[in-house]
């Protein structure tokens, strides 16, 4: 089994109770949320681990998460983390990234980050008109 630093995402030893990388306190992660945690895995290297994390996070709606969420869906390498992401946004319903994914939808996006883009589009509209 491989393990990685709670903060660099460097592999470590299963038993480092201090990542060598960066110093990271390996027991600190017991302190953090579910929601926090989530939002780290969001950065994990295996592409699968931040796809999941999206994944819940938008299942929970986690408004604390649409930063970090808006940034993988704008910047991360793989285009399956930024659909990911994506739904995810969408799923959270808040409003205020519509502009943001707009600017993503004309930004020639993949043809899963399209589909991702327009379904959480409608998705937000509709929460819109329903609070309004």
């Avoid at 969001?42 to 994390?53: D, F, G, K, N, Y």
């Avoid at 990911?84 to 319903?93: D, P, S, T, Y």
Wanted: hydrophobic share 40%; aromatic share 4%.
């Amino acid at each position: 089994m491989t393990y990685y630093c709670i903060q660099c995402w460097a592999e470590i030893e299963k038993n480092e109770m201090a990542c060598p990388h960066c110093g990271a306190d390996q027991d600190g992660l017991g302190r953090e949320s579910y929601v926090e945690k989530l939002i780290r895995a969001l950065h994990h290297p295996v592409p699968e681990t931040s796809i999941r994390a999206a994944h819940i996070l938008g299942s929970v709606k986690s408004t604390a998460a649409v930063p970090a969420l808006s940034k993988l869906a704008a910047s991360n390498v793989d285009p399956f983390v930024r659909a990911a992401a994506i739904e995810a946004l969408g799923n959270i319903g808040d409003a205020t990234v519509i502009p943001a994914l707009q600017a993503r939808l004309n930004a020639h996006p993949t043809l899963v980050e399209h589909q991702e883009l327009e379904r959480a589009l409608l998705n937000l509209s509709k929460s819109k008109e329903s609070v309004s």
